[in-house]
């Protein structure tokens, strides 16, 4: 019995440590299985350090390293720099080129030709002529005294100082033929719009030109320069000179032709008037005799008749003797203020002469086919020196002259009350503007207009939609 006591403790002991056996494996199956999570953790990890030194040999092979990055910036900033600059030295290169093309091309717009300041005050085209003379004589000068072209070093050839002195002669001859042929071309075409340009042509080729000789050390002189440059100024403004002159003989000869006209209405008038006296005469002569002979009941009939042919015949006299005096004063005229709102726009008025006996006939020609709408008048002022007042009135609104080059056009830019105040003081009368233009023509037009636009335009209609009643 003892022995079977000890075998039941011995069993129950057995199967205690199997239990603990048990759990125990399945302890250790845990730690194993949470060393094997570890270890594929350390492995990642390692994986994970490993690609992040790839990355920085990577990097530092790219780059240099980190300290190198801003060398690399610095580098890439003074490159910009560099381009920048290269980029400012084409762009002024540029410019100069189309400069320099600019100067050989002929274009109409101000701003490409820029204004010619006169350089000589000649009063005739002979005066010009002379002066053109002077500068010939200077320029043969300069070039027999060997002062037009120099030479700065003493040369020789094969060892002759002769033979270097006639290599000289010869390029300073083609130096000096080579800009003399070019400031001829360029004087020659001279003209209102490239005068300036021509200047700038003539100083470019002396440039170029010795820039040609600086191998051989010879040069163009300025003071050669400076007289090509007066002969193309003498030989421009000779030009401009020659078309005032011939302006001026234009306008003296429609001045002329005004004057015959106007002595040709005045003989028309006079000759008129003296037929119309000789007339009315006549017939007082004829109804005095007929007073005379009547009897009393007709007479104050005849009496009222021969009054009036008297007051006829008296201004049929006064007519023929203002004629008369008219056509002896050459001086005396008329002075028109006229616009013309739909040609020229407002505040723009014409002030000029006339010495027709009826001055309108000159602002009716005025208003002929060349201008699209008829004058208007402002003023017809009567002066015994109608040439001085308006000589007088054009030198007063000179600043405001639309055409500042032909003088012949008489349009200013200025306001009715500056004229009338100013012909009022220097008339010693009181003369009444019509301040308002009538400018019929042109407002019909711009209402017609105004209809036709609105005719013109789209109607639009109301579109309309059916109804449903009680729906």
Same mark, same amino acid.
Request: net charge negative; aromatic share 8%; charged share 35%.
């Given at each position: ?127 010009? $002529? !002379?002066?053109?003379? =002077? %500068? ?6 300069? *070039?027999?005294?060997? &002062? +037009? ?54 100083? $470019? !080729?002396?440039?170029? =030109? %010795? ?6 050390? *010879?040069?163009?002189? &300025? +003071? ?94 006064e007519k023929k003797e203002r004629a008369i005096a008219m056509a002896q004063l050459t001086k005396v005229g008329h002075i028109y203020v006229i616009s013309n709102i739909g040609s020229f726009g407002e505040n723009v008025y014409k002030m000029g002469m006339t010495r027709r006996l009826d001055p309108l006939d000159r602002v009716r020609e005025l208003g002929d086919a060349s ?101």
């Amino acid at each position: 019995m003892f022995f079977n006591k000890k075998l039941k403790e011995t069993e129950a002991v057995l199967l205690t440590t199997q239990y603990d056996l048990k759990n125990l494996k399945e302890s250790l199956a845990t730690t194993l299985a949470e060393l094997d999570n570890k270890n594929q953790e350390i492995k990642r990890l390692s994986e994970s350090l490993q690609l992040l030194g790839e990355r920085q040999q990577e990097m530092e092979k790219k780059y240099g390293g980190i300290l190198d990055i801003d060398e690399q910036v610095s580098r890439q900033s003074q490159q910009l720099h560099d381009l920048t600059n290269r980029y400012q030295i084409s762009i002024g290169t540029y410019n100069d080129l189309v400069k320099e093309i600019e100067l050989y091309e002929e274009r109409l717009d101000l701003g490409s030709f820029g204004l010619y300041a006169p350089q000589f005050d000649f009063d005739t085209s002979e005066k010009f $002529k !002379a002066a053109i003379e =002077i %500068n010939y004589e200077k320029q043969k000068a300069l *070039i027999k005294d060997d &002062k +037009a072209v120099i030479c700065h070093t003493e040369w020789s050839v094969g060892g002759s100082k002769t033979e270097g002195k006639k290599m000289t002669n010869q390029y300073r001859k083609l130096m000096l033929f080579a800009f003399n042929g070019e400031c001829e071309g360029l004087i020659a075409r001279v003209k209102w719009n490239n005068a300036a340009k021509t200047r700038e042509r003539i100083i $470019k !080729a002396f440039e170029a =030109i %010795n820039k040609l000789g600086a191998s051989h050390n *010879i040069d163009i002189t &300025k +003071a050669f320069l400076e007289l090509k440059l007066e002969e193309m100024a003498l030989y421009y403004e000779l030009e401009q000179k020659k078309y005032q002159e011939k302006e001026e003989q234009r306008r003296i000869r429609e001045q002329m032709r005004e004057e015959e006209k106007a002595q040709r209405e005045f003989e028309r008038a006079q000759k008129e008037a003296e037929d119309e006296e000789t007339r009315y005469r006549r017939a007082l002569e004829k109804a005095q005799q007929e007073l005379s002979q009547t009897n009393q009941i007709d007479a104050e009939i005849l009496q009222e008749k021969v009054r009036m042919l008297e007051q006829q015949l008296e201004a049929a006299h006064e007519k023929k003797e203002r004629a008369i005096a008219m056509a002896q004063l050459t001086k005396v005229g008329h002075i028109y203020v006229i616009s013309n709102i739909g040609s020229f726009g407002e505040n723009v008025y014409k002030m000029g002469m006339t010495r027709r006996l009826d001055p309108l006939d000159r602002v009716r020609e005025l208003g002929d086919a060349s201008v699209p709408f008829q004058f208007d008048v402002h003023a017809i002022i009567y002066s015994e020196n109608a040439p001085q007042l308006e000589y007088e009135l054009h030198q007063q609104f000179s600043t405001r002259r639309l055409n500042r080059i032909n003088h012949k056009k008489e349009f200013f830019r200025v306001t009715l009350e500056e004229i009338e105040t100013f012909v009022n003081q220097h008339t010693g009368a009181s003369i009444e503007f019509t301040k308002l233009a009538e400018a019929r023509d042109y407002r019909e037009t711009i209402k017609l207009l105004e209809e036709l636009s609105k005719q013109e335009q789209p109607v639009v209609t109301e579109k309309k939609f059916p109804v449903s009643i009680g729906g």
